[in-house]
């Protein structure tokens, strides 16, 4: 029989980690698999929903669709270029880059973007997209 006092001293119960630690562990998993997705020749679509990333890194070519919605993200890197659709829904992104290419639609609702520009305004500032872009 196991008592309460053989539990607190040989720590058998190990306390789970903070929440820190999660959300860091979490950040760095996403960033494996950003640099795995390049690694692998940046084939398919790259789905970041929801993740802590806030940056992307400079060489990133998406192939697919990126999915960044509902994450953390507050830059992209000059020169994206996204073979699929872009969807950055719930972000806080607050600028479009130079030189941004979006094979497909390119999904802006719920931004800072969004409420700032109308959709002809980023047409105009975003000539790259070849899909339909949503406020």
């Given at each position: 029989?196991?008592?309460?006092?053989?539990?607190?001293?040989?720590?058998?119960?190990?306390?789970?980690?903070?929440?820190?630690?999660?959300?860091?562990?979490?950040?760095?998993a996403?960033?494996?698999?950003?640099?795995?997705?390049?690694?692998?020749?940046?084939?398919?679509?790259?789905?970041?929903?929801?993740?802590?990333?806030?940056?992307?890194?400079?060489?990133?070519?998406?192939?697919?669709?990126?999915?960044?919605?509902?994450?953390?993200?507050?830059?992209?890197?000059?020169?994206?270029?996204?073979?699929?659709?872009?969807?950055?829904?719930?972000?806080?992104?607050?600028?479009?880059?130079?030189?941004?290419?979006?094979?497909?639609?390119?999904?802006?609702g719920?931004?800072?973007?969004?409420?700032?520009?109308?959709?002809?305004?980023?047409?105009?500032?975003?000539?790259?997209v070849?899909?339909?872009?949503?406020?």
């Amino acid at each position: 029989m196991i008592k309460l006092l053989d539990i607190l001293e040989n720590k058998i119960l190990v306390p789970r980690r903070s929440k820190e630690e999660r959300s860091k562990n979490y950040l760095i998993a996403t960033q494996k698999k950003i640099q795995q997705y390049i690694k692998d020749g940046s084939k398919g679509d790259l789905n970041l929903t929801n993740t802590p990333i806030t940056s992307l890194p400079q060489d990133l070519k998406v192939k697919g669709y990126l999915d960044l919605d509902g994450s953390k993200i507050t830059s992209l890197p000059p020169g994206l270029t996204v073979g699929g659709s872009l969807h950055l829904r719930n972000t806080l992104i607050t600028s479009l880059p130079q030189g941004l290419t979006v094979g497909g639609s390119l999904d802006l609702g719920k931004t800072p973007i969004s409420k700032k520009y109308n959709e002809e305004q980023i047409k105009q500032m975003v000539p790259g997209v070849k899909g339909n872009i949503y406020i």
